[in-house]
């Protein structure tokens, strides 16, 4: 078992079917009947099996095309959810629902993923490519407010939305999201015949989510934590910032792309990313215990070998470039970023990388601390890669309110403070 590289994260495209027609879809999903091929649901059960004993608390992410086109995938979800999985489900929220959502809440998916690309119904329509998605979507978001199923909210940046970027942020809070992705194209599928953001503005749009991060990151209770996706660049960014903010010591927008994460698709290819179309493997053919820990192309990602100013800049133990965009760019996953307008120093010190996956040292000190089977279940909820971080921090503030016992009670009172600070 390879203990370093455990999957905290895997996306699996459960169908290529879809009730809409986005511009950038990198799995180029369309309404069609292309159900031949994908994964049964017999074998969606021995992956999710084969996936347990490789990491039992990974997020699983049941997306598509729209899974809720999958006829079973409450079933998924609940086999998943039994294995001690977090399940997520990532959707564009217009089949979503009431009695969805009890559904889920039912099956034990933890939240869902619900795509919204604009404040403005219109933008929102056009590059989903479905007038009236944009109200399907929030009546969505709705139906997940009603009956207490956590959502975040996902966005892409376009030229058509970059400008409103900060309104969308503010509206995914006043809707009640717990997170805001903010995703970043990489030119695959649909998306290659968009014409992206320059390098300027995807530098300037990450120096924006550093200055909205600012006061948030010593905060583990925040209501909506924001993240920038597929933009490692964002890494040396915070530290050229603040080169002591505890966003480096978190997952904050690394790739993971083969060392802790990787996608399969509806005909059970493993892929590194959905930006990386290029099979590791097939769980129809291989176990994808095997695929994980014996894959020549995984153990490239494990100890990368850059090249160009990736190979040589300061920076590459805490950013490291995003290899989706080189791969899509020369064809090599090791070749630079060429989206980064950084260019290395000569002679600069290297910059040491931050493991968020390595447990803090030693245990805190004082009064011992018991917690209710309640209040266990609750911290359970949050992904195991930043739970103790998380958990550390609840035994720091309660011994400072003199607190032994932690109770869900509690947790809502520490959670209070914490915001009120």
């Not at 933009?231 to 480096?248: D, G, M, S, V």
Request: charged share 25%.
């Amino acid at each position: 078992m390879l203990t370093n590289f455990l999957p905290y994260i895997i996306s699996w495209n459960t169908t290529w079917r879809c009730n809409l027609r986005c511009a950038h879809c990198y799995l180029d999903a369309d309404s069609g009947e292309q159900s031949i091929g994908e994964l049964t649901t017999k074998e969606g059960f021995r992956l999710i099996d084969e996936i347990a004993c490789v990491n039992s608390e990974t997020m699983l992410i049941l997306t598509g095309g729209e899974p809720l086109l999958r006829s079973d995938i409450f079933e998924l979800s609940a086999h998943a959810s039994s294995q001690g999985m977090m399940v997520v489900l990532g959707t564009n929220g217009n089949l979503v629902n009431e009695d969805v959502v009890q559904k889920l809440k039912k099956c034990g998916v933890s939240g869902v993923g619900i795509s919204l690309d604009s404040i403005n119904p219109d933008i929102h329509d056009s590059f989903r490519g479905v007038r009236g998605a944009w109200n399907e979507t929030i009546k969505g978001i709705e139906a997940c407010k009603k009956y207490g199923l956590d959502f975040q909210i996902q966005t892409t940046v376009t030229r058509s939305n970059y400008t409103e970027i900060p309104q969308i942020i503010e509206y995914a809070k006043s809707l009640g999201a717990r997170v805001f992705n903010l995703f970043f194209l990489v030119c695959t599928g649909r998306g290659q015949n968009i014409t992206d953001i320059t390098e300027n503005q995807y530098e300037e749009t990450l120096l924006y989510l550093t200055k909205i991060q600012h006061g948030l990151a010593s905060n583990p209770f925040d209501r909506m934590i924001i993240r920038a996706r597929c933009a490692p660049i964002y890494r040396r960014i915070l530290y050229q910032n603040n080169p002591e903010t505890p966003l480096l010591k978190t997952d904050a927008s690394s790739c993971l792309a083969g060392t802790h994460y990787c996608r399969i698709t509806p005909q059970g290819d493993v892929t590194p990313c959905p930006y990386m179309p290029v099979s590791i493997g097939n769980v129809k053919k291989c176990s994808f215990v095997d695929i994980w820990e014996k894959s020549e192309h995984f153990k490239m990602f494990r100890n990368p070998l850059l090249k160009g100013k990736c190979g040589i800049c300061e920076f590459r133990l805490i950013c490291g470039g995003c290899r989706a965009r080189a791969y899509a760019s020369s064809g090599d996953y090791m070749d630079e970023d060429d989206w980064c307008l950084y260019e290395p120093s000569v002679g600069a010190g290297l910059v040491p990388a931050l493991s968020y996956s390595q447990p803090q040292e030693g245990q805190p000190q004082g009064l011992p601390l018991l917690w209710t089977k309640e209040a266990e279940e609750r911290i359970k909820k949050i992904p195991f890669f930043i739970r103790s971080k998380i958990k550390n921090a609840i035994e720091q503030y309660a011994r400072k309110i003199n607190c032994q016992l932690i109770t869900p009670n509690v947790l809502e009172e520490i959670k209070e403070k914490i915001l009120r600070r």
